[in-house]
T-cell receptor, first 117, second 110 residues
Framework: EAGVVQSPRYKIIEKKQPVAFWCNPI?????LYWYLQNLGQGPELLIR????????DSQLPKDRFSAERLKGVDSTLKIQPAELGDSAVYLC???????????????FGPGTRLTVL | GENVEQHPSTLSVQEGDSAVIKCTYS??????FPWYKQELGKRPQLIID?????GEKKDQRIAVTLNKTAKHFSLHITETQPEDSAVYFC?????????FGTGTRLKVLA
């Protein structure tokens, strides 16, 4: 089974430029998460999708960040314009709806390391 | 808001010794507690998890204990090996809401 796929793996841009990240979750996973991870810190949720609906975007800086999940599969996260403080790793994760066993396990992608100069 | 505190932030142990990492959570409705291992430049990977109806779970050299009353849970690694060196994250989950700890950098010294 293929894991969560993200691209690009690395991105270097100048401040004020736009940038976009792409995520392909594990097939059949209804729930998709975007996290931000700063060096030495744990992942911090930006947005969570259930199918194509963003059900938790309370931590997403909406003035510059946007996300979409068309057709409830792939997702893109965009920053426009990027700021120096946006340099971090952006992780995508997916999980299936819990069944009777109640599995909440998340599977992470490899992340996109963003450097804003 | 909800948070998860994780201690220590760094931990160095001699190869063969045990390592213990502790987490405390604030949301009493949390019912699932996974531990992730993240090697440098790689994705976090689940190594063990525990549900709120269980007090302890073991998988070979790793074990997790949960004290719901005190709202804390711990990761125990026995007979540590150099390949155990990584950053470990705990998390507390209520339904789909994940709150991660700040991570523990474990170094196993040969």
């Amino acid at each position: 089974e293929a894991g969560v796929v993200q691209s690009p793996r690395y991105k270097i841009i100048e401040k004020k430029q736009p940038v976009a990240f792409w995520c392909n979750p594990i097939s059949g996973h209804n729930t998709l998460y975007w996290y931000l991870q700063n060096l030495g810190q744990g992942p911090e949720l930006l947005i969570r999708y259930e199918n194509e609906e963003a059900v938790d975007d309370s931590q997403l800086p909406k003035d510059r960040f946007s996300a979409e999940r068309l057709k409830g599969v792939d997702s893109t996260l965009k920053i426009q314009p990027a700021e120096l403080g946006d340099s971090a790793v952006y992780l995508c994760a997916s999980s299936s709806l819990p069944g009777l066993a109640g599995s909440n396990e998340q599977f992470f992608g490899p992340g996109t390391r963003l450097t804003v100069l | 808001g909800e948070n998860v505190e994780q201690h220590p932030s760094t931990l160095s142990v001699q190869e063969g010794d045990s390592a213990v990492i502790k987490c405390t959570y604030s949301d009493s409705a949390s019912n699932y507690f996974p531990w992730y291992k993240q090697e440098l430049g790689k994705r976090p990977q689940l190594i063990i998890d525990i549900r709120s109806n269980v007090g302890e779970k073991k998988d070979q050299r790793i074990a997790v204990t949960l004290n719901k009353t005190a709202k804390h849970f711990s990761l125990h690694i026995t007979e540590t090996q150099p390949e155990d060196s990584a950053v470990y994250f705990c998390a507390a989950i209520r339904t789909y809401k994940y709150i991660f700890g700040t991570g523990t950098r474990l170094k196993v010294l040969a």
